[in-house]
């Protein structure tokens, strides 16, 4: 009899809407209208499948609008983030044992169901962190590749696994779950990583809190909910919403739970290691941290380059997004030759970039998350001007929104500042490469390995790249962001992370642990 995973159809990524369409305009602008009509909702933690009430509130506003609420979230108390822990430490004792086949089941239900209320969570993205309307339509399209890409993943890894056969033995190797994790998502995949992440988890069979960023509560709540019509009991996902410093070291360092499973800055997650680290009293495992973490991603234009192609591959991935992607190029490292054409023909299409409310289908870059982010965008760019030669923007753009100008810093040395740190905002440093060895050594120059990628006609110049530039995922001709789950498993190495790599055969394994169990037959 053919198994589950024969029978499920090999995974494919999802397609992209295509806006143009009128039918699919009409049905964005309906969901849009309708997202914004429900912004005065208030939205409770979920704790054991029951609504609780926080002990206070916050509001989530519209980035593009910070007059408009997108909803008002609980402010979960220490209290009730223990509750959670112990509600899912209950619900993993059934839910570990459910076989596996049935958890990805879940999974593909909650796929089909995203997929029925596609337009809904593309209007919340665009709404809760102000994405274009492509870019959020990307995000859910991620989200929808994460559940069945899972599913499939935990069908392979389900049952015994093959081992060196020992005469008079019987012996076999099975993975089993780890037991309650925090999942710690940030906002700028709003629905892709924290479904992801959060789907990871329990199809392995663990149960977990889901900490969401206080950027992105709304869409978390509305993932959870999807969840629990598609079937899961309650307590093997536990929503709780609130400050990530008030909460979020209470529940990392809880003895009972086992991993945490964290995606955001390099300060958090390296805070969160370190606290993860130190057992508290009754604790009996070393907790396992999986940290998915900052970049400083580089894009090299070698001398034989296309240029139209690197111009418009560097612009695409600096302001993508407002340039607030792990993965967005900060750095377009230029060999000498072309280096004043580069810059000359990047002017130009940066000037093309329309800013402004990414509600409007005809806008390509929209506002950035909050206030705090655009202050300290602003004050890499005031660090910038006195490190380079700014050739666009600079400045906020104008509305109510946190908006700011595309801007390029060119003649930038390779150890400045803004050469070296993350900015997470639309903010391009543009460095001179003597030639091409000096390229892969600038581009090397980080502490981060996230993405990378390079622009050249010459197979030797790739080859070269492909041993020594040193990023989780490197890409050639081509833009460094929009991984693709399968084709791309992502994730980057060094300060960007413990190497795991989303959307790839190993990472389920980060949730997982091996017994291995032998009998004496005969
Ligand atoms: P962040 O580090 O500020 O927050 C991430 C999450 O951690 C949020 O949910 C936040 O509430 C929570 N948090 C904050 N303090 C905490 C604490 N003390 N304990 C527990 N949780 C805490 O990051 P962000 O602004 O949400 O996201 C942007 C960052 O994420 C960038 O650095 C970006 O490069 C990174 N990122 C990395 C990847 C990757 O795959 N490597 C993907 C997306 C984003």
Same mark, same amino acid.
């Not at 591959?313 to 340039?323: E, L, M």
């Not at 040193?470 to 833009?479: I, S």
């Given at each position: 009899m053919a198994t589950v995973l024969e029978r499920v159809s090999e995974f494919k990524n999802e397609a992209l809407i295509d806006f143009k369409d009128p039918a699919n305009k009409a049905k964005m602008e309906a969901a849009l209208a309708a997202v914004r009509a429900g912004g005065s909702a208030t939205y409770d933690l979920i704790i054991n499948g029951r609504r609780v009430r926080g002990a206070g509130t916050f509001k989530t506003s519209n980035p593009a609008k910070p007059s408009e609420s997108v909803g008002t979230v609980q402010k979960a108390s220490p209290a009730q983030a223990r509750e959670a822990v112990a509600a899912a %430490? #209950?619900?993993? =004792?059934?839910?570990? &044992?459910v076989p596996a086949a049935q958890r990805a089941a879940l999974l593909f239900k909650a796929a089909e169901l995203t997929r029925a209320r596609r337009f809904e969570f593309d209007a919340l993205l665009v709404l809760e962190v102000g994405k274009s309307w492509g870019e959020a339509d990307g995000d859910v399209a991620e989200g929808i590749d994460f559940l069945e890409y899972y599913a499939r993943e935990m069908l392979r890894l389900d049952g015994p696994h093959p081992v060196t056969p020992v005469p008079g033995e019987k012996n076999a190797m099975i993975y089993i779950p780890l037991g309650v994790g925090v999942i710690i998502p940030p906002w700028n995949f709003a629905?892709?990583?924290? !479904?992801?992440?959060?789907?990871?988890?329990?199809? !392995? @069979?663990?149960?977990?809190?889901? &900490?969401p960023s206080s950027d992105s509560p709304v869409i978390a709540y509305k993932f959870v909910e999807l969840l629990e019509q598609a079937g899961m009991p309650p307590g093997v996902v536990n929503l709780v919403t609130g400050s990530g410093s008030e909460i979020g070291d209470l529940l990392v360092q809880h003895p009972r739970v086992r991993f945490i499973s964290f995606t955001g800055s390099k300060e958090v997650g390296l805070h969160i290691n370190q606290l993860a680290a130190t057992p508290q009293a009754g604790q009996i495992w070393i907790k396992r941290v999986v940290a998915e973490m900052g970049g400083k991603d580089s894009i090299v234009v070698a001398a034989d380059a296309d240029l139209d192609a690197a111009v418009d591959?560097? +612009? !695409?991935? +600096?302001?993508?997004? #407002? @340039?607030q992607k792990c993965s967005a190029c900060s750095r377009a490292i230029v060999e000498a030759p072309i280096y004043d054409e580069f810059v000359n023909r990047l002017k130009k299409r940066v000037a093309t970039i329309n800013t402004g409310d990414p509600a409007d289908p005809s806008v390509t870059m929209g506002p950035v998350i909050n206030e705090g982010s655009l202050k300290k965008i602003e004050s890499y760019v005031a660090e910038g001007k006195k490190e380079g030669t700014l050739i666009a923007g600079g400045e906020r753009a104008s509305g109510e929104g946190y908006y700011m100008q595309p801007t390029v810093i060119a003649d930038v040395k390779p150890d400045a500042k803004i050469a070296q740190e993350e900015i997470f905002g639309p903010v391009?440093?543009?460095? &001179?490469? &003597?030639? =091409?060895?000096?390229?892969?050594?600038?581009?090397?120059?980080? %502490? =981060? @390995?996230?993405? /990378?990628?390079? =622009?050249? #006609?010459?197979?030797?110049?790739? %080859?070269?790249?492909?041993? %020594?530039?040193?990023? /989780?995922?490197?890409?050639?001709?081509?833009?460094?962001? /929009? !991984?693709?789950?399968g084709a791309h498993p992502f994730g980057g190495f060094n300060m960007s992370g413990t190497d795991s790599k989303a959307g790839g055969p190993d990472y389920l394994l980060l949730f997982l642990q091996a017994k291995s169990v032998s009998e004496k037959v005969g």
């Open positions: %430490e #209950q619900a993993f =004792y059934s839910w570990s &044992k629905f892709a990583i924290m !479904a992801g992440m959060t789907s990871a988890a329990i199809v !392995a @069979g663990n149960a977990v809190v889901l &900490k591959g560097v +612009a !695409a991935s +600096a302001f993508g997004f #407002q @340039g391009l440093a543009v460095i &001179k490469a &003597k030639d =091409y060895d000096d390229a892969l050594r600038i581009a090397n120059n980080t %502490e =981060y @390995g996230l993405t /990378g990628s390079v =622009y050249s #006609q010459d197979r030797s110049k790739l %080859e070269r790249a492909r041993d %020594e530039f040193h990023v /989780g995922n490197l890409y050639f001709n081509r833009k460094c962001t /929009g !991984a693709m789950v």
